[in-house]
């Protein structure tokens, strides 16, 4: 199947249960009754043009006066708290965990309901804290109360990162940056999240001072488009002719955040269970779900790789299936994977960790389809969570 009809090949399973269920779900006001053509047009879309996006973002922030301001704007030696909701605090993790690399400096990642509910837990260190604040749309209300209480009760200086312009966020931060061509139409975040976590780590580059960090950055979009382009026909196979109940997502280090986005991602588009966890954390009781029907998605790094082929091995040995992302795979890793993703990018990495969540984002989108769903109308979500101004406790 070639990328070119990939999608035109798909016919969702047994229609009428699909249909079912849909008619139930338009009858109840859960989805729109969208007639749209073809469900997901947004979303792939989006999916499909994060090389390109990454390129424009990259572009902007090297324009003068963006990245290479940023350093003397923050607080130096400081505990970086990466903050963020839903897919944005899955940004928050992998970028806190590239920060701390590229940086050498103290970095966390915190929902941002932790820092209205549990402010002392987090804000306890004797080094002063650099807050940033993560939000696609600059608009999530945890997020901007966050923010607030930051700024104004804790008099500290945060930082926000959005894709949207003249959003509140940007408005209470003391200082923001915008990757406005990094929007989406979807409500479930692709480019927005890779394009953020890229800018993060450019920033990071920036602090260290690492210029060559940067240019390693600037080689990725060109490269991920052939990945992508080689990837997005063979997900759409395997989705097509396997069954599969449960999806594990697995990864160490940062890529326990792209872990985090990719079981969002399939449970958003999807509706389907899914669950992540630190690789060798599967071993430690989750992985007694593991049936012939359970897809484990392994990102696997080249720093903990043997560890983490391990797990790999023995849980194809438990009979799983298997779906292997990596730069650079070996003989034993090619046995155990079902399906193996090789990346082959020539630089660190760090700076292809971004290129790891299409995957899981391809693997989200051609299960919804296959279900019968519309990824550009997941049910129950909206593009924004706004509270009640009236909720209770925050
Ligand atoms: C965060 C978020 C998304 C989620 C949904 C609702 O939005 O939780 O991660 O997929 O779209 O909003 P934002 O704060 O990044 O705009």
Redesign the pocket.
Known sequence: MDAANVDAEFKPASQNALSVIRDWDIKKGWVMNSTRPSPGTHTLNEIMSQPSCWQECLNELERPGQLDKMPGRLAPQADWLFV?????YYIALAAAASWAQLTGLRARAVPASEVLLFPDLLLTGKAPCQPVL???????SE?LKAAEYLESTRKIRTLAISCAADQPLGAICTISLNLVPADEKS???TRSFSSMLLGLQALAAAVAGKREFIEALGRVPAAAQAALEAMRPRIASFVQLNEFNDYVFLGQGPFFGIASESHLKVK?MSCSCAQCYHSLEFRHGPMSVVRPDTLISFFLSESAYKAEREVLEEMKELGAKTLVVTNAADERVRHAADLLIELNLDVPECARLVVHVLAGQLLGYYTALKKGMDPDNPRF?????ILNEKAQGI
């Open positions: 963020g909701c839903g897919s944005s993560i939000s696609r749309s600059g608009r999530t997020v409500t479930v975040m958003e979500l909206s593009r924004v969570v």
